[in-house]
Nanobody, 127 residues
Framework: QVQLVESGGGLVQAGGSLRLSCTSS????????MGWFRRAPGKEREFVAA????????AYADSVSGRFAITRDSAKKMVYLQMNSLKPDDTAVYYC????????????????????WGQGTQVTVSS
């Protein structure tokens, strides 16, 4: 059984930084993509970033490109999201997700393709 647990959320002032972590267990796939999504109050869930199993391919939403960085520790089966220069618009619940299979051309941002999800961690950015 695949389980994903996010941590690292919290309250931060605009311009500040946070680092989210996602701990996984039960992952037995040879290839898989790990991603971060978020859901802001009153809005639909949206893609934030994704990373391939090898860590060689990454993709970011335009809204976070240049501010956020996704990395992974394949040995520990963990993924991280370093968030810098945070803005109030980044306020959301952030979810870690896993998509079995390899990286494909494009941003790998379709949430319906991600089969496994964590419970989320709240990030609040104050102005």
């Amino acid at each position: 059984q695949v389980q994903l647990v996010e941590s690292g959320g919290g309250l931060v002032q605009a311009g500040g930084s946070l680092r989210l972590s996602c701990t996984s267990s039960g992952l037995t796939f040879i290839n898989y993509v790990m991603g971060w999504f978020r859901r802001a109050p009153g809005k639909e869930r949206e893609f934030v970033a994704a990373i391939a199993g090898s860590g060689g391919n990454t993709a970011y939403a335009d809204s976070v490109s240049g501010r956020f960085a996704i990395t992974r520790d394949s040995a520990k089966k963990m993924v991280y999201l370093q968030m810098n220069s945070l803005k109030p618009d980044d306020t959301a619940v952030y979810y870690c997700a896993v998509r079995p299979g390899g990286w494909y051309g494009g941003p790998n941002d379709r949430d319906q393709e991600y089969n496994y999800w964590g419970q989320g961690t709240q990030v609040t950015v104050s102005s």
